[in-house]
C-alpha cells in the first residue's frame, strides 16, 4: 500500500502519517524529513541541498526528486509508505507518478486532510517546536510535561514566527491556490479520499484505517 497525505497547514499531516504509518506497517517518508537527514549526514545530495539552503534558495524539484527516488529503493519501502510533505503541485504530482511507473511501484490512495480554517489558526497559533529535534507540541492540545522543554529531547521549544494569525490565513490562501488542480488531478485518477481532520488525531486516523480497510470507493467521503 502506498499512500499520499495532502492537507492545509495545521491539518496534522505530519502527526497522521506516522500515526497511520505505524498501524498500517508502513514506511513514514516525510521530505522535510528526508532533506534534513541528507544534510546531517553530508550526503552528496544533502551537500548540494545545503548549498542551495545557505543562500536563501528553495532546494530545487529536482534534487527531491533524486531524494525520493534514492529512498524508494530502500529494503523497507518495498513493503510500502505514507509520502507527506510531497507533491506540492501538479507538477510534483506528474514527476512523482512517473518515478513509482519506472519502479512498478505507483500510488494506491491519497488523503485529503480537510481543515477548517478556525481549527487551523488554533493549532497553529498554538504550536510550539523543538529547536534541536524539530519535535511539534501545542499550548493546550499537547502541552509538553515541562513547560518550555521537549519531552523528547530536552531542548528549547520555541513558537516560529509565522505561526501568528494573520500570516496563518495567508498561508491557507496559498495553499489552497496551489493544491485546487492538484485534488482535481487526484479525484480524475480515482485515488482521493477526504478525511474531516477537525477532530481529534485518535478519531481521524480510526477514520483514514478504515477507509483503507474498507476500500470504499467513494473519492470525497468525508
Known sequence: MRIVLLGPPGAGKGTQAKKLAAK????????GDLLRQNVARQSDLGKEAKDYMNKGLLVPD???????????????V???????????????AVTLDEVLKGMSMPI?????????????????SG??????????????????AKEGICDNCGGELYQRADDNVETIKKRILVYKDE????????????????????????EVLEEMVRLVSNGENDPLKI
Open 127 to 144: 504550536r510550539l517546536v523543538c529547536r534541536k529535534c524539530g519535535a511539534n507540541f501545542h499550548r493546550t492540545n499537547m502541552p509538553p
Open 78 to 92: 518495498k513493503k510500502g509508505f505514507i509520502l507527506d510533505g510531497y507533491p506540492r503541485n501538479i507538477k510534483q
Open 24 to 31: 498500517l506497517g508502513l514506511s513514514h517518508i516525510s521530505t
Open 179 to 202: 493544491v485546487s488542480a492538484l485534488i482535481e488531478y487526484y479525484q480524475k485518477n480515482k485515488l482521493l479520499k477526504r478525511v474531516n481532520s477537525d477532530g481529534a488525531a485518535d
Open 62 to 76: 529536482a534534487l527531491v526528486t533524486r531524494m525520493l527516488t534514492e529512498r524508494f529503493g530502500e529494503p523497507d
Open 108 to 124: 494506491d490512495l491519497v488523503f485529503d486532510l480537510a481543515c477548517s480554517e478556525e481549527v487551523i489558526i488554533q493549532r497553529l
